[in-house]
Antibody, heavy 127, light 111 residues
């Protein structure tokens, strides 16, 4: 069965950096868009970034653009999120999620929904 | 402020039927993009409950159903059970933002 296991979370000072990882198993990793979604304490879900399966196209939410970098290593079935210039408002549980299906709009394609999620890794940004 | 609007909470007694609404706009639900629903039990990751407006992944009981009309969608839960107590989130695609959008979530309490 599909399994996604995140790691790399922790406590970091504002302005600091962290690198999250997600190791996948149980499916053909290279065939699917992969996404990072976060949830601030007691809050709802927020899409952070995703990366395509085919050409490695990357998309970011405005709130993290220029500070976060998503990447994938299909040879190791792994997904990463490099988080720089962290802010207090980046404090959240970060989930790695696999696309359930793809939607194409305006000449580009995106994950339409998320059918498998990891257990999440907690990132706390505090002084 | 979430792009999709959900009521913060709903409640119902065991065996009853409850619905959770999800209101969007002309750039997401109203543009005919599909709506998907997730269930998040306390202390766990979300799981896909309904996809493509009204489809259930394998393993999801048929007590859960989805519908969509215009710029809104709804999740219905019949025969409410104690284990249904959770947060529920709707999600769609937004053409203006070029990305997925979520509702703020609805906490379901089983009385």
């Amino acid at each position: 069965q599909v399994q996604l296991v995140e790691s790399g979370g922790g406590l970091v000072r504002p302005g600091g950096s962290l690198r999250l990882s997600c190791v996948a198993s149980g499916f053909s990793f290279s065939d699917f868009y992969m996404t990072w979604i976060r949830q601030a304490p007691g809050k709802g879900l927020e899409w952070v970034s995703y990366i395509s399966s085919a050409d490695g196209s990357k998309y970011y939410a405005e709130s993290v653009k220029g500070r976060f970098t998503i990447s994938r290593d299909n040879s190791k079935d792994s997904l990463h999120l490099q988080m720089d210039s962290l802010r207090v408002e980046d404090t959240a549980i970060y989930y790695c999620a696999k696309e359930g299906s793809t939607i194409c709009s305006g000449g580009s394609c995106h994950p339409e929904n998320f059918d498998s999620w990891g257990q999440g890794t907690l990132v706390t940004v505090s002084s | 402020q979430s792009v999709l609007t959900q009521p913060p909470s709903v409640s119902g007694a065991p065996g009853q039927r409850v619905t959770i609404s999800c209101t969007g706009s002309s750039s997401n639900i109203g543009a005919a993009y599909d709506v998907h629903w997730y269930q998040q039990l306390p202390g766990t990751a979300p799981r896909l409950l309904i996809y493509g407006d009204d489809n259930r992944p394998s393993g999801v009981p048929d007590r859960f159903s989805g519908s969509k009309s215009g710029t809104s969608a709804s999740l219905a839960i019949t025969g409410l059970q104690a284990e249904d107590e959770a947060h529920y989130y709707c999600q769609s695609f937004d053409s203006s933002l070029s990305g997925p959008v979520f509702g703020g979530g609805t906490k379901l309490t089983v009385l």
